[in-house]
């Protein structure tokens, strides 16, 4: 296991490399994208037990904090997606350095699985497959579901941010999560997606029919935990059937 | 850009399997001033909830105090021990790992440790047992309860109109308690012996551990939440313990407009206000370190001066 940090002096981001535990041949490498605020702290348990599947099944893995996130540098109010977006290009160059040449699967929680399709699209020269891993497919849906739709009931910091569960989300997020739609998540130029869904939403509907158009496009409904929300009753259980379907899928 | 902290990621401990990520000061301090030690709450990796514990690190860095937050073996990070010792002790080990690296690493003039609801429980039972921890910043700790702390807590209740619907319709959460003590009590049965001589160990345990730190001259700085449930009142810690002297070594902060996790940023920073300003007041300088199989036993107990309760 490698802490340490990568990107700019302006835009340190922290990184967390784990190497393979098996020998594969050609190399392999997975970068993960976690989700936002919230989300992204009840989720880093599950996220961490996918890496350690990963790395036993020959992956070289990476994750990474976005900037204004995390241990990364940066507020809480410096995010937006299209610096996210920038980051997990970084953190894809950055496994390429570490590994050499290898196959990259990209794999995104939530709202990191929009960042990881954006980010996919563009680099399918090197990204090899794609996990997402309940997309967040409508941002409007997205808000409501966090409770974000409704400003006046949300306590507003002093910058006049609405504050959920802790996290400032800006203006700036607000329009940028406010424009993800389906068609965000689903490019002609990806290579092989797996979405995987364990929360059925009405944005599916929509989803499912554009991913159908492609052979290299296969959508999974599957009852488990949701680890990006914490109850009482819940703390602490992991996905385990969702974990080892991505680690199944890819391998 | 002009950064006004340094950070860097570690790996400590014997095996070098605990995920940590140090923050210092841009220029080292002339008068070296404690290091603060940030550990987990619950199962939470070591940003905090809402981040807070990057916040703060960033924040102490600048008032030039070195921080140190690291997730426990088996939280956050950090791979589970391969040995076989249960959760509480394997904490407190990774604790001592911890101390001992940024004493034979850094050179660390006395230590700080901080934590929130479980991670200051683990911080005062650490600091009981080793005399370089000079101080404590403790969020929602355990505390006994005590009989105002039942008084007040029936009497917030009885204000509530919605506790009385509650009444009236059998619903009462305090009625249920109320009724399964006198069947416990009725019953007299082992069960019931067990529950109360365990809740009095847990006490005197506690006791012996807030003991242990005064006569260790451990500093502390206790913040309740208005979340703490099983705390109602400014003064239930020092009533909660009445054979342990204080002395001036306790500051105890009520915030009770906020909640367990302070998840407001407004409430967040009059905390880190007050993390701050209590840091500076400490009264004692911070000294070299002593071994850390020093035994407290042998250390006197100071006179009782008296407490500070604010707010």
């Not at chain 2, 451990?218 to 979340?227: E, I, Y």
Request: with cysteine; charged share 20%; aromatic share 8%.
């Amino acid at each position: 296991m490698n802490p340490f940090y990568f990107g700019s002096t302006a835009r340190r981001l922290f990184g967390l490399y784990e190497p393979a535990s098996t020998v594969e041949t050609p190399l392999r490498g997975a970068v993960l994208c976690y989700p936002w605020g919230h989300e992204y702290l009840c989720a880093h348990r599950a996220m961490r037990q996918l890496t350690t599947r990963l790395t036993s099944a020959g992956f070289h893995t990476l994750r990474f904090d976005y900037f204004g996130s995390g241990d990364s540098g940066g507020d809480m109010t410096d995010t937006d997606l299209t610096g996210w977006e920038c980051d997990a290009a970084l953190a894809v160059d950055e496994i390429q350095e570490i590994v050499g040449h290898a196959k990259i699967t990209l794999i995104g929680l939530r709202l990191g699985a929009v960042i990881a399709a954006r980010l996919a699209a563009q680099r399918n020269d090197i990204i090899d497959k794609l996990v997402l891993w309940d997309p967040v497919i409508s941002g409007k849906e997205y808000l409501q579901q966090i409770g974000a739709a409704d400003r006046d009931s949300m306590p507003i910091d002093a910058d006049g941010n609405m504050e959920l569960y802790g996290f400032p989300l800006t203006e700036i997020m607000i329009r940028d999560i406010s424009s993800i739609q389906p068609e965000c998540l689903i490019s002609d130029s990806m290579r092989r997606v797996l979405t995987l869904v364990t929360e059925r939403l009405p944005s599916h509907e929509r989803f499912a029919q554009l991913g159908s158009r492609s052979e290299l496009h296969s959508i999974e409904f599957m009852s488990d935990v949701r680890p990006w929300i914490e109850d009482t009753t819940n703390t602490g259980h992991l996905p385990i059937g969702a974990l080892q379907r991505i680690v199944d899928w890819l391998t | 850009m002009i950064h006004k902290f340094i950070e860097r990621p570690v790996l400590l401990g014997a095996h070098r399997s605990l995920v940590g990520i140090e923050t210092s000061p841009v220029a080292p301090e002339r008068q070296p001033k404690p290091a603060l030690v940030i550990l987990n709450t619950g199962i939470m990796h070591r940003i905090g909830h809402h981040r807070m514990f990057v916040s703060i690190s960033r924040r102490l860095a600048q008032e030039g105090h070195a921080t140190l937050r690291f997730d426990f073996s088996g939280i956050g990070d950090s791979p589970p021990r391969t040995d076989a010792m249960s959760p509480n002790d394997s904490a407190l080990a990774d604790i001592k790992e911890v101390v001992d690296w940024l004493n034979r690493e850094r050179g660390a003039k006395g230590i700080i440790l901080v934590g929130l609801c479980s991670g200051a429980d683990h911080a005062m039972a650490y600091a009981s047992t080793d005399r370089r921890v000079l101080g404590l910043i403790l969020m929602d700790p355990t505390v006994p309860t005590t009989t105002r702390y039942y008084v007040h807590y029936v009497a917030r209740r009885l204000v509530k109109l919605n506790n009385w619907i509650s009444v009236l319709t059998g619903r009462s959460r305090l009625l249920r308690i109320m009724a399964e003590q006198v069947w416990w009590l009725v019953r007299s049965s082992t069960r019931t012996h067990q529950r109360v001589s365990s809740d009095l160990q847990h006490r005197a345990w506690l006791e012996k551990v807030h003991a242990d730190c005064m006569r260790l001259s451990t500093q502390m700085l206790v913040v309740f939440s208005g979340d703490s449930v099983r705390q109602t009142y400014r003064e239930q810690l020092i009533e909660a313990f009445p054979n342990v002297s204080f002395h001036n070594r306790l500051r105890v902060e009520h915030f009770k407009q906020s909640d367990h996790t302070f998840s407001l940023t407004n409430d967040r920073a009059k905390l880190f206000e007050v993390i701050v300003g209590w840091l500076k007041s400490m009264n004692k300088a911070p000294e070299p370190f002593v071994s850390s199989d020093s035994v407290r036993s042998e250390l006197p107990a100071p006179a009782q001066t008296g407490v500070s309760v604010l707010r």
